[in-house]
Nanobody, 127 residues
């Protein structure tokens, strides 16, 4: 089974920055896609960024483009994968629980469905 754990959330003032981490383990990460999603209270889940082994080209939703940066480690240990989300110029609309989704065995750059999820990490941005 794949285990997914997010960390790095917290409370930050508007204009501040946070770096979220996602560690996925428990399988072989040769072909993978890892996406960041968020869900604010009363709103639907929103896909905000993803990266995959298919092309290693990051994708961003318009709502975060230019402010958030996704990256992955280049470790040779393919039994674990770390993905980061650097978030800058945060505003109160970024307040949400942030989740990491993992899909293995895929050659899609940014799939719409993911198999494994973490528990999420809370991000709160004060005005």
């Amino acid at each position: 089974d794949v285990q997914v754990v997010e960390s790095g959330g917290g409370l930050v003032q508007a204009g501040g920055s946070l770096r979220l981490s996602c560690v996925a383990s428990g399988d072989t990460f040769d072909d993978y896609a890892i996406g960041w999603f968020r869900q604010a209270p009363g709103k639907e889940q929103e896909g905000i960024s993803c990266i995959s082994s298919a092309d290693n080209i990051p994708w961003y939703a318009d709502s975060v483009k230019g402010r958030f940066t996704i990256s992955s480690d280049n470790a040779k240990d393919n039994a674990k994968k770390m993905v980061y989300l650097q978030m800058s110029s945060l505003n109160p609309e970024d307040t949400a629980v942030y989740y990491c989704g993992v899909l293995l065995g895929t050659d899609y750059a940014c799939p719409t469905l993911y198999d494994d999820w973490g528990q999420g990490t809370q991000v709160a941005v004060s005005s």
